[in-house]
């Protein structure tokens, strides 16, 4: 199918207008193909392209509309904001998705939106685009779906049958800061939803064990999006705040967007401000402890020290911390202290606990599993031995790493390849 200007001009506008948005990992979901139908939803972290300015589109990532109601000051949609304007029919976003599945452009869709007329109003299109793919065209590639606030709860539910992951944007940090910047917007249109979805979304794992055939309600779980750097937020309230919505919201991600100065509003950092990348870098490594490494918050940051280190990585800045806790014997020393040294991550973390059950491992075993052997030096013995490790003082050691290896600290951005 051809596509004609018209539509072209749309992509154009919406995509780029999409492009804020970093929530677009489609990890988690396995929505097996088993007829004829078209496409397929793969295992883990399908993430195959990216914006020129480095963010992910491995997804047909567009908005239905970037048409706004609502004013909030962060975002380049808003209604105030001088921007063409565009929105898709409902159609057009069917055939865009199938022809460019077609064309082994996509691997699935990625669809958020301005709010038109009214929440409800929004969420009906993007219902109704999941349910024409899903039934219509057999589609069973990955379907990402944000949820409006303020939507209701019937449509919410609706959406979670057609897609794989559903995400409401908190956008900020804390109510005070939304209200700051949305004062249209309440942040229980955005937490009630996410409640809802959580207890629906255990419901349904439930209901699955019992019976096979039930049908899936949003199996990639749902996510969130904070925006960092537009308010005063420390990476300890940030991070605490983050750590609440896994465990209390079971949320499977966390997406940490720094802000892109976008217009001269007083209540925010004016324009030409870096973004902060950095910053979103340690942001997501220690969400990432938090989750996969048994780290707790506090351990991190605090409220005496709520700024991550932006030099060193925070696992490398704990360990710093805390000297009196090394060396580890990495012969002796369960799994959980085993992860927690610098240069050694979960799966070499596994193969070391795996591999000594049958010798004592040596230095030159340890190199074998891949260990960073540049960081985890100052941290391990390894049978009886301190590796080079003479240095105790934790600002050498930090000099001396940084020194060793001053390009694994700076942060590692993916290549950039446009789709659009
Ligand atoms: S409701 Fe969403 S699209 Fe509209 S201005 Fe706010 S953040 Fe932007």
């Given at each position: 199918m051809l596509?004609?200007?018209?539509?072209?001009?749309?992509?154009?506008?919406?995509?780029?207008?999409?492009?804020?948005?970093?929530?677009?990992?489609?990890?988690?979901?396995?929505?097996?193909?088993?007829?004829?139908?078209?496409?397929?939803?793969?295992?883990?972290g399908i993430c195959h392209a990216y914006t020129e300015d480095g963010r992910c589109v491995s997804l047909l990532?567009?908005?239905?509309?970037?048409?706004?109601?609502?004013?909030?000051?962060?975002?380049v949609s808003r209604k105030s904001n001088d921007v063409k304007r565009a929105a898709f029919t409902v159609q057009e976003v069917v055939d865009l998705t199938i022809n460019f599945y077609r064309r082994n452009y996509i691997e699935g869709l990625f669809l958020s939106s301005g709010i038109f007329t009214n929440a409800d109003y929004t969420m009906e299109r993007l219902v109704l685009i999941a349910r024409k793919l899903r039934t219509e065209h057999n589609f069973h590639g990955y379907i990402h779906l944000k949820a409006i606030p303020g939507a209701s709860e019937e449509l919410v539910r609706q959406a979670g049958l057609y897609a794989d992951r559903l995400s409401m944007n908190v956008e900020m940090p804390t109510e005070k800061s939304l209200q700051l910047l949305a004062p249209d917007k309440r942040r229980s249109d955005m937490l009630q939803p996410m409640l809802y979805l959580k207890k629906a979304i255990v419901?349904?794992?439930?209901?699955?064990?019992?019976?096979?055939?039930?049908?899936?309600?949003?199996?990639a779980g749902q996510s969130t999006q904070m925006v960092i750097g537009a308010t005063p937020e420390s990476d300890w309230q940030i991070l605490h705040i983050a750590d609440q919505f896994y465990k209390k919201l079971q949320l499977k991600r966390v997406y940490y967007s720094g802000y892109v100065p976008i217009s001269?509003?007083?209540?925010?950092?004016?324009?030409?401000?870096?973004?902060?990348?950095?910053?979103?870098?340690?942001?997501?490594?220690?969400?990432?402890?938090?989750?996969?490494?048994?780290?707790?918050?506090?351990?991190?940051?605090?409220?005496?020290?709520?700024?991550?280190?932006?030099e060193i990585d925070p696992k490398l800045a704990w360990a710093l911390r805390?000297?009196?806790?090394?060396?580890?014997?990495?012969?002796?020393?369960?799994?959980?202290l085993i992860k927690r040294i610098?240069?050694?991550?979960?799966?070499?973390?596994?193969?070391?606990?795996?591999?000594?059950?049958?010798?004592?491992?040596?230095?030159?075993?340890?190199?074998?599993?891949?260990?960073?052997?540049?960081?985890?030096r100052y941290f391990i013995t390894c049978n009886s031995l301190d590796f080079e490790r003479k240095e105790h003082d934790p600002s050498k050691i930090r000099q001396m790493i940084l020194s060793d290896s001053t390009s694994k600290y700076r942060p590692n951005f993916s290549p950039q390849i446009s789709l659009f």
């Open positions: 596509m004609n200007e018209r539509v072209i001009e749309k992509l154009g506008i919406l995509a780029d207008a999409a492009k804020y948005d970093v929530s677009c990992s489609s990890s988690g979901s396995n929505r097996k193909n088993e007829k004829k139908g078209l496409g397929n939803s793969s295992g883990m990532k567009i908005l239905l509309t970037n048409h706004c109601i609502y004013d909030c000051a962060y975002c419901e349904n794992r439930e209901e699955k064990k019992l019976f096979r055939h039930a049908p899936l309600f949003a199996p001269n509003d007083n209540r925010l950092p004016a324009i030409g401000t870096p973004v902060p990348m950095v910053r979103e870098n340690r942001l997501y490594q220690a969400d990432w402890l938090i989750r996969f490494y048994d780290f707790e918050v506090q351990e991190l940051v605090s409220a005496a020290d709520p700024l991550l280190d932006m805390n000297t009196g806790m090394f060396p580890i014997d990495i012969n002796k020393a369960d799994l959980f610098p240069g050694i991550g979960i799966q070499t973390a596994n193969k070391i606990v795996s591999a000594r059950r049958f010798r004592k491992l040596t230095w030159e075993h340890l190199k074998k599993l891949g260990i960073a052997i540049n960081r985890a």
